[in-house]
């Protein structure tokens, strides 16, 4: 079936530093990938997304290109603030008629002044 | 943007009672609301998916008689946990699909803890 791996956190950096978080798949069909944030205390957010390979996805300083050849959507952000502590969880939906959001096992981000 | 809310936002009770879970889409319609079930650690669970006006579908291993949902208006579902045991403590999410804004685009509330005793 379907699967999204995620790499295990806590992932900690300190303020300014770079950030990568893996993320691989398996998928039966084309998946579109998604990325979503959880501040603490709150729902889950959507990030950024894409559709289908080469596209690159950003939003807030965070891009994430979706490669097909590894399979991998990894996040990355030049330059982490404290405010960009929270769980991020890679996902994926296939294109191909009805479907639901497989997740990842989420990876926490905490980021020190 | 869109919102989703989840009421409560937690929840304890005693082994053998129902408690009953609101989600709700404050400004949008959803006609579709997913309901995940998220242990520590762990990846969201898909439990269910409702769709409003019908029944709902359940994952494979969810007991449909043990979680009742409910999907009676187009910006409320219900999930109703029944006799809850200790092993059902955990952290409940409800997702909604926007209508309009196309199959890929889901909100989700902030999710509702549930301890039992």
Same mark, same amino acid.
């Given at each position: 079936?379907?699967?999204?791996?995620?790499?295990?956190?806590?992932?900690?950096?300190?303020?300014?530093?770079?950030?990568?978080?893996?993320?691989?798949?398996?998928?039966?069909g084309?998946?579109?990938?998604?990325?979503?944030?959880? #501040?603490?205390? $709150?729902?889950?957010?959507?990030? !950024?997304?894409?559709?289908?390979?080469?596209?690159?996805g /950003?939003?807030?300083? *965070?891009?994430?290109? #979706?490669?097909? $050849?590894?399979?991998?959507?990894? !996040?990355?952000?030049?330059?982490?603030?404290?405010s960009? /502590?929270?769980?991020? *969880?890679?996902?994926l939906?296939?294109?191909s008629?009805?479907?639901t959001?497989?997740?990842?096992?989420?990876?926490?981000?905490?980021? /020190?002044? | 943007?869109?919102?989703?809310?989840?009421?409560?936002?937690?929840?304890?009770?005693?082994?053998?009672?129902?408690?009953?879970?609101?989600?709700?889409?404050l400004?949008?319609?959803?006609?579709?609301?997913?309901?995940?079930?998220?242990?520590?650690?762990?990846?969201?669970?898909?439990?269910?998916?409702s769709?409003?006006?019908?029944k709902?579908t359940?994952?494979?291993?969810?007991?449909?008689?043990?979680?009742?949902?409910?999907?009676?208006?187009?910006?409320?579902?219900?999930?109703?946990?029944?006799?809850?045991?200790?092993?059902?403590?955990?952290?409940?999410?409800c997702?909604?699909?926007?209508?309009?804004?196309?199959?890929?685009?889901?909100?989700?509330?902030p999710?509702?803890?549930?301890?039992?005793?």
């Amino acid at each position: 079936g379907d699967s999204v791996t995620q790499m295990e956190g806590p992932v900690t950096l300190s303020e300014e530093a770079f950030l990568t978080i893996n993320c691989t798949y398996t998928a039966t069909g084309y998946p579109s990938l998604f990325w979503y944030v959880q #501040y603490p205390g $709150e729902g889950l957010q959507l990030l !950024l997304k894409a559709t289908k390979a080469d596209d690159k996805g /950003s939003n807030k300083g *965070f891009e994430a290109t #979706y490669r097909k $050849e590894t399979t991998s959507f990894h !996040l990355e952000k030049g330059s982490v603030q404290v405010s960009d /502590s929270a769980v991020y *969880f890679c996902a994926l939906i296939l294109n191909s008629g009805y479907s639901t959001l497989t997740f990842g096992k989420g990876t926490m981000l905490l980021v /020190s002044p | 943007g869109a919102v989703v809310s989840q009421h409560p936002s937690w929840v304890i009770c005693k082994s053998g009672t129902s408690v009953k879970i609101e989600c709700r889409s404050l400004d949008f319609q959803a006609t579709t609301m997913f309901w995940y079930r998220q242990f520590p650690k762990q990846s969201l669970m898909l439990m269910a998916t409702s769709n409003e006006g019908s029944k709902a579908t359940y994952e494979q291993g969810v007991e449909k008689d043990k979680f009742l949902i409910n999907h009676a208006s187009l910006t409320l579902s219900t999930l109703t946990v029944t006799s809850a045991h200790p092993e059902d403590s955990s952290f409940y999410i409800c997702s909604a699909r926007d209508r309009l804004a196309g199959t890929d685009t889901q909100y989700f509330g902030p999710g509702t803890r549930l301890t039992v005793l």
